[in-house]
């Protein structure tokens, strides 16, 4: 938020701000703010980047996100750990064809019913589990040998997921709209209330106050009314880019701690999701017959 200077941001929201006193308090006070505005502005905008950390919670706003629109979070799955998807359904082949082998031993010993569908639940949890545990680990690499180098295949991919979850943030999450927006929350309640509440002497009424974050309020919820608010704001914090640049400066370890929570809740469904799949298949194999004549007992 430093980034923004004050006086441009002032011209860019005092139009709106004042619009909104004009509409919540009327004319008058309107009239009476307009001389005086030009100059408040910037001091509070100043103040406010010093307290920034009090008025405005970057992890709630990505945390709300993710909570409000399930849809965010699988987005992001889905653009962030695409490669590390493919992997995952791609090695279940090799490590389904292996595991597989220890199928046939378990039936060839223990010809029963509940065989084939018990092995096969085992089969498609621990497939899935192996290839779920490649994808983060190791974090760091390991050198096998002097042969090959082992690490995860998304820690391998540090420079390229930084980028495209900076652009990702950007785009859905972490932009001027959901900032502004997550700045003017609350209304008279909010924190953005109780910062002009603490600047600003009382002789001002609350009702100013609560039109001014009403401005700001607005702002957020019509970018395209103010489109100039939303793209100095953009250019300036460059979100996108920010993001990116410190993902790719930590390490594989801190990276890995970072970003594989966003993924662990699905993990789980993923893995157990192999493990009913292996089931039914052991089920339909036993009914089929195709585990012999004993396999039905």
Known sequence: FGRLDPQVLSQYLGPAIQDAVRRESGDVWAKLLEPVLPFLLPLLVKHLQKEIDDVLDLDQIVLSAFVRD??????????????ELEFLVNSGFGFGFL???????????????????????????????????????????????????LQGLFESRQIEVSDEFGQFMNERVLNSRTLLQDLASGEDHGDLYAFLRR??????????LKAAVAGIAEIADHPHRYPHVHK??????????????RLKRLSPTQFEDL?????QEDEITLIA????????????QTQLGWGGANATR
């Open 232 to 245: 100095y704001v953009s250019e300036q914090l460059d979100i996108e880019k920010t993001l990116a640049r």
């Open 199 to 208: 600047h600003l002497p009382y002789p001002i009424p609350s009702h100013i």
């Open 70 to 83: 399930k849809e965010v979070l699988v987005d992001l799955f889905q653009k962030v750990g695409r490669v």
């Open 259 to 263: 970003l594989h929570p966003v993924f």
């Open 99 to 149: 595991l597989g082998l220890g199928q046939m031993l378990a039936w060839a010993r223990l010809p029963m019913a509940w065989t084939l569908p018990a092995a096969g639940a085992l089969v498609g949890w621990v497939t899935n589990a192996i290839a779920i545990k490649l994808l983060f680990e190791p974090a760091e690499p390991v050198n096998v040998a002097n042969v090959f180098v």
């Open 273 to 284: 999701t192999g493990g009913v799949l292996g089931l039914v298949a052991g089920a339909m």
